[in-house]
């Protein structure tokens, strides 16, 4: 299991963007695949973006096409959310959360089991 730690949220202005980061304290972050879940008030967690340990392959919800980018820097053991074009929808807790695989190309959804979860960070977009 890995303890992830996000930071990043804020409150920002419909248009605007933001950058979610997701500190992975694991030695071997390489071998986890790893996915941005939300979960607004009154409303079910829902899936964000997802990102294969390697990083070379990515999905997304549809509504967040073309306007949200999933990153990972194994280096630095740290999964990123860059958000552009926020609406007031977009408004919830982000939640990280990290699977452990033995596969490099093994792309996390939305029916993934993830053994591990950040505690959230809010982003509120509102004007």
């Known amino acids: 299991q890995v303890q992830l730690v996000e930071s990043g949220g804020g409150l920002v202005q419909p248009g605007g963007s933001l950058r979610l980061s997701c500190a992975v304290s694991?030695?071997?972050?390489?071998?986890?695949?790893m996915a941005w879940f939300r979960q607004a008030l009154g409303k079910e967690r829902e899936f964000v973006a997802g990102?294969?340990?390697?990083?070379?392959?990515?999905n997304y919800a549809d509504f967040v096409k073309g306007r949200f980018t999933i990153s990972r820097d194994n280096a630095e053991n740290t999964l990123y959310l860059q958000m552009t074009s926020l609406r007031p929808e977009d408004t919830a807790i982000y939640y990280c959360a990290a699977k452990e695989v033995s596969w490099s190309l093994y792309l996390p959804g939305p029916e993934t089991y993830f053994e591990s979860w950040g505690q959230g960070t809010q982003v509120t977009v509102s004007s």
């Open positions: 990102i294969t340990w390697s990083g070379g392959r990515t």
């Open positions: 694991r030695r071997t972050f390489r071998s986890v695949a």
